[in-house]
Nanobody, 124 residues
Framework: QVQLVEAGGGLVQAGGSLRLSCAAS????????MGWFRQAPGKDRDFVAA????????WYADSVKGRYAISRDNAKNTVSLQMNSLKPEDTAVYYC?????????????????WGQGTQVTVSS
């Protein structure tokens, strides 16, 4: 079973950028499509972005399209999320996840392996 650890969160002003990373161990992530989700206090866990196993296909939530970019390096067993033009509404705990079930990439229930999350706070 793969284990995932996120890093790179922090406090940034609106308009700034952050780059999140997700390091995998225990198994190669190349066998999984990978996703990023986020959860703000009192809200559901929402889809942010996903990437296919070979990196050839990516998907984004409308709210982050054009501002975020997901990428992966299967040789290094990592997945990254570059976040630009950050807004206060982007504040949340961000989770990396491995998609283990067949179904839409946007559904959290399609992912069985999750990291512990990293906090992103965007101040206005």
């Amino acid at each position: 079973q793969v284990q995932l650890v996120e890093a790179g969160g922090g406090l940034v002003q609106a308009g700034g950028s952050l780059r999140l990373s997700c390091a995998a161990s225990g198994r190669s992530v190349s066998v999984y499509a990978m996703g990023w989700f986020r959860q703000a206090p009192g809200k559901d866990r929402d889809f942010v972005a996903a990437i296919s196993r070979d990196g050839g296909n990516t998907w984004y939530a409308d709210s982050v399209k054009g501002r975020y970019a997901i990428s992966r390096d299967n040789a290094k067993n990592t997945v990254s999320l570059q976040m630009n033009s950050l807004k206060p509404e982007d504040t949340a705990v961000y989770y990396c996840a491995a998609k283990t079930l067949v179904g839409p990439v946007q559904l959290p229930s399609m992912y069985n392996v999750w990291g512990q999350g990293t906090q992103v706070t965007v101040s206005s």
